[in-house]
């Protein structure tokens, strides 16, 4: 187990790494499911998802392709839809035939995944959508994922891939992050 003694940055842990393993293969096992006879595209939304979506693709036993997304609600990307930015588009054009499965590091507002989700709808036969974690109280736009890891409290979280100003990403499990770090 990791030692966070000594960083002070850190609250608690939320979930740990064997919790977070064991529901990856819970989810693994309802994407081979639910797309044994699809075409899957897996898409991760750098850079959050990373971990998560390594995890998660090893777990699958069906075969899937990898395509990877930079979206962000601010900045300036190369385009533009909505109110968010594409910074990296996934690298075919041809989608007509695929269906996606955008995985996501966590649902906070429900802005990005809500703007991105009809653009790729537009282009694939089939969008759904992925999260690690789920944040419904911070809802500002009606927004439900297909496939969930864990439900958590308002709260800001760090570790497995997420970030806090790009640190912490590669703590092992989901902690809290101590509010001194940011307020
Ligand atoms: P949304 O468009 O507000 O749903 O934004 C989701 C994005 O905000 C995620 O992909 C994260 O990059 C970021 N985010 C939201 N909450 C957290 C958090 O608690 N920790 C780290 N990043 C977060
Ligand atoms: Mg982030």
């Known amino acids: 187990m990791y030692d966070y003694k000594n960083n002070e940055a850190i609250e608690k842990v939320l979930i740990d790494s064997e919790t977070i393993e064991n529901r990856v293969k ?55 839809f909505g ?41 694939a036969r089939s969008v759904k959508t992925c999260t690690l974690l789920d944040k419904p109280e911070r809802r500002e736009v009606d927004f439900s994922t297909d496939y969930c890891g864990f439900t958590i409290p308002d709260e800001f979280v760090v570790g497995y891939g997420l970030d806090y100003d790009e640190k912490y990403r590669t703590l092992p499990d989901v902690c809290i992050l101590s509010p001194k770090v940011y307020l």
């Open 26 to 80: 819970e989810i693994a096992r309802d994407i081979d499911r639910d797309f044994a006879d699809k075409r899957l595209v897996m898409v991760g939304i750098l850079k959050g998802s990373f971990i998560f979506f390594g995890d998660l693709v090893r777990n699958l036993t069906i075969p899937a392709e990898i395509e990877f997304m930079k979206v962000s609600s601010y900045g300036s990307g190369t385009v533009s």
């Open 83 to 123: 109110e968010i930015k594409v910074s990296l588009d996934i690298g075919r054009e041809d989608l007509s035939e695929c269906d996606l499965l955008v995985v996501e590091d966590i649902i906070d507002s429900g802005k990005t995944l809500s703007k991105l989700v009809p653009h790729l709808a537009k282009r």
